[in-house]
C-alpha cells in the first residue's frame, strides 16, 4: 500500500522572384547582373506527423509545407550548374526535376551544400544561389536523432555543467544538442523555441552560441555545435546557475524548433524517454478525476474560501503533476479542460460489515432505517462476512433501493475481509442510514460488527496506517466511495482539508491491493501548501503509475532528489523532483496499454503550428 510521503513541512523583394527566408539580391561583379540568393532547411523533420519526413513526401502540402520556400513567380526554364541533389523544385506541391520547372517554383532543402543555377524567363536570365544548410539534433554520445522517427525528451537528471568541448559526450540522457551544417564558413544566426501541445510559445533561448566542429561526410564544408539543450518543468530548474542559458521549459505533446530568419528551420517533438527497457516511450494521457471536499455540507472547501479560488488551486495542482510526470511521456492534459468538482462530505449511505476484524457471524439481527424505512436482517451463526452483507443487501433493494456490494482486502491482523454497502435510491441519489433506534446498536452479533460509513472532516479524515493501509479506514472508503464511477482506469484525486493527527500530507490507494478503493490520490491543504518542495500530488500518482506501496529509499539508497523519496523536502533543482528511466519503463508496464489496470492511454501527436 502507497503510504505518506513522510514530511513534516515537503518577405519578399521587389522582383519578379518571391523569395522567403532571408533572402538577398547581389550584384556580381564585372557584369552588374542580379542574383538572387536564398537560404534554406534542409527539410527533415515531419511537421504534419505522418511518420514521413517532410522533404521525402511525395506531395508537399499542408504543414509538410512549411519550411518550403517561394525561388521563383514564373520561369520557363531552371538551369542548375550545381548541387542539384540538394534541393527540389516543387510545383503545386509537387516535386520536379530541375530543368522542367516551370511557373511559380518553390524550393526545398535535401541535404547541406549550395545550388547554384539560372532562372530563365524568355530572353531574361537571373542566376541564384540556394544555400541549403542543414539543422539536426545530436544526443549525448553523439548520435543524430531524427525528428521522423524520435523525440526529444523532458529533463530526468539534475543540473550538471556541460562540456566545455562542443564535440564532447555528456551523460545527460535527455539534452540534445543543434547540429548545423553547410557550405557557408559563417555559423549562422539561430535560436531555439519551445511549444505546448496547442502550438503555444512556451520559451525562448535567443541568440544561440555555436562553436565550431569538425564535419562528418555529407555534412557540407562547416559545422558548428551547441551546448546540450534542456527541456525543463519549471524556472526553479532552468534558471539553475549550472544550466542557465541552456535550459527553456517543455511539455509533453509539445515540440522544440530551431528559427532564424523569422521562420522555423527544423523542429522535433517532445515525448518520453528516447531509450527505455522498453523501447521509446511516447506520449500517454491518464483520464483524472478531481474532487475538493467542503469541511461540511454547504461550507468552505478544504482550500481557497471559495469554489473559484479552490478549483484554481487544484488546476495549478493539475498542471505541476502533469508537467512532472512529462520526464515519462506522460500527462493530465489541458487542466482547463478537466472538471473540479468541489463536493459536499458523503451522507452517511455506507453500511460497513467486518470492518478492520473480519470475524464470522455469532448469530444476531440488523435494525437499520434507511430513508425512513426499517429493514430488520435475522442471520445464524457460522455465516462470513460476505454471507451476512448479502442478506442484507437483498433486504434493501427489496425496498426499492439500489445497493452496491463491495468487498474489501483483508487487513493484516483480520480473520477475513470486511464488506461495504453502498446503498442508493434508483435515481442515484444518496440514501441516509441510520440506527432503527438510536439508543439501540445497529447489529445484536457479538462479533460480526456492524458499522455506518460517517465521514466528518471537521477533525480531519481518519487515514490508514500500516495495519489497515491495505483497506483503508471506514471513513476513507465511506468517502472515496462516495465519488467513486467505478471505473478503475480513471484516477481519482481527492482533496480534504486535513488529515487527522498530523503527520501526514498525502496517501494513496493503489491498483494491486485485492481491495474495492483502488487508483484513489488524497491530498490535504498541506499537500498543496507543500507544491515544489515535496510535489506531493506527483508523487502520490506515481505510488499509483508505478504500482509500489513503499519508497525506495525504504529498503535502498536514499536519493533526495529522487519523486518517489519518502522524506526529502526541497524547493531548489536538486529537490524531489526526478523519475528515472527505470521507473517510467515500470509505468509503462504496470499502468501502461497491456496492464491489468491500464491508466495510461496512448494519445497520438497531431501537427501543431510554429
Known amino acids: 500500500m502507497a503510504r505518506l510521503r513522510r514530511f513534516w513541512a515537503r518577405g519578399g523583394i521587389g522582383l519578379a522572384l518571391g523569395i522567403l527566408l532571408a533572402p ?82 518553390k524550393v526545398q532543402g535535401v541535404a547541406p551544400c549550395d545550388v547554384e543555377g539560372t532562372v530563365v524567363r524568355g530572353a531574361r536570365r537571373t542566376p541564384f544561389t540556394v544555400h541549403v544548410r542543414a539543422y539536426g539534433f545530436r544526443g549525448g554520445a553523439g548520435e543524430d ?136 516511450i511516447g506520449r500517454f494521457r491518464v483520464q483524472a478525476r478531481p474532487f475538493v471536499f467542503r469541511v461540511a455540507a454547504g461550507g468552505a472547501p478544504a482550500f481557497g474560501a471559495t469554489e473559484e479560488r479552490a478549483i484554481g488551486i487544484v488546476r495549478s495542482e493539475l498542471a505541476l503533476a502533469s508537467s512532472t510526470w512529462g520526464q515519462c511521456g506522460v500527462t493530465l492534459g489541458p487542466p482547463a479542460d478537466i472538471a473540479v468538482k468541489v463536493v459536499d462530505p458523503p451522507a452517511s449511505s455506507l453500511l460497513s460489515f467486518g470492518d478492520d476484524a473480519g470475524l464470522p457471524a455469532s448469530g444476531g439481527q440488523l435494525h437499520l432505517r434507511a430513508d425512513g424505512k426499517v429493514v ?17 443487501a437483498a433486504a434493501l433493494e427489496s425496498q426499492g433501493l439500489k445497493v452496491v456490494v463491495s468487498p474489501n482486502a483483508r487487513i493484516g491482523p483480520g480473520a477475513g475481509p470486511s464488506t461495504d454497502l453502498l446503498v442508493h435510491r434508483r435515481s442515484g441519489a444518496p440514501v441516509v442510514l441510520e440506527a432503527a433506534n438510536r439508543d439501540e446498536p445497529l447489529s445484536t452479533d457479538a462479533t460480526l460488527e456492524v458499522r455506518l460509513g460517517i465521514v466528518d472532516l471537521s477533525d480531519g479524515l481518519q487515514h490508514f496506517g500500516d495495519v489497515d493501509a491495505v483497506a483503508g479506514t471506514l471513513e476513507e472508503r465511506a468517502l472515496v466511495k462516495s465519488i467513486d464511477d467505478g471505473d478503475p482506469t480513471t484516477l481519482d484525486l481527492v482533496f480534504v482539508p486535513f488529515f487527522g493527527g498530523g503527520g501526514r500530507i498525502g496517501e494513496s490507494f493503489i491498483g494491486s491491493d485485492a481491495s474495492s478503493v483502488e487508483n484513489v490520490v488524497l491530498l490535504d491543504r498541506a499537500g498543496v501548501r507543500a507544491r515544489r518542495s515535496s510535489f506531493t500530488l506527483a508523487h502520490e500518482m506515481g505510488h499509483v503509475l508505478l504500482d509500489i506501496p513503499g519508497h525506495p529509499d525504504d529498503y535502498g539508497i536514499d536519493t533526495p532528489s529522487s519523486l518517489m523519496d519518502s522524506d526529502a523536502a526541497d524547493a531548489s533543482a536538486f529537490g524531489p523532483r526526478r523519475i528515472s528511466v527505470e521507473e517510467c519503463a515500470r509505468m509503462i508496464r504496470e499502468s501502461g496499454p497491456e496492464a491489468r489496470t491500464p491508466l495510461l492511454k496512448p494519445w497520438k501527436l497531431g501537427p501543431i503550428r510554429y
Open 24 to 105: 538577398s539580391v547581389s550584384f556580381a561583379a564585372p557584369t552588374g547582373e542580379e542574383r538572387v540568393v536564398v537560404v534554406v532547411a534542409a527539410d527533415r523533420d515531419d511537421d504534419d506527423v505522418n511518420g514521413v519526413a517532410d522533404g521525402a513526401e511525395t506531395v508537399v502540402r499542408g504543414r509538410a509545407a512549411d519550411d518550403v520556400v517561394a525561388l521563383v513567380d514564373g520561369a520557363t526554364r531552371i538551369e542548375v550548374d550545381k548541387g542539384a541533389e540538394c534541393a527540389r523544385p516543387l510545383v503545386s506541391g509537387h516535386p520536379t526535376a530541375w530543368p522542367s520547372a516551370r511557373g511559380a517554383v
Open 145 to 280: 536523432v531524427d525528428p521522423t522517427k524520435l523525440h526529444a525528451s523532458m529533463e530526468r537528471t539534475a543540473p550538471a555543467s556541460a562540456p566545455a568541448d562542443a564535440a564532447a559526450s555528456y551523460d545527460d540522457p535527455d539534452a540534445l544538442r543543434i547540429h548545423v551544417s553547410g557550405d557557408e564558413s559563417a555559423p549562422p544566426a539561430v535560436e531555439v523555441q519551445s511549444y505546448g501541445s496547442a502550438g503555444n510559445a512556451l520559451d525562448r533561448l535567443e541568440h544561440l552560441p555555436l562553436a565550431a566542429v569538425a564535419c562528418r561526410a555529407g555534412e557540407g564544408a562547416h559545422c558548428w555545435s551547441s551546448a546540450p539543450i534542456r527541456l525543463v518543468v519549471d524556472d526553479t530548474d532552468r534558471l539553475q546557475a549550472l544550466v542557465l542559458g541552456r535550459s527553456l521549459r517543455g511539455e509533453v505533446g509539445g515540440g522544440l524548433a530551431v528559427r532564424g530568419g523569422g521562420r522555423k528551420l527544423q523542429a522535433i517533438r517532445i515525448e518520453g524517454p528516447r531509450s527505455s527497457a522498453v523501447g521509446p
Open 376 to 392: 430488520a436482517v435475522t442471520w445464524s451463526a457460522g455465516l462470513d462476512v460476505a454471507a451476512v452483507a448479502g442478506k442484507v
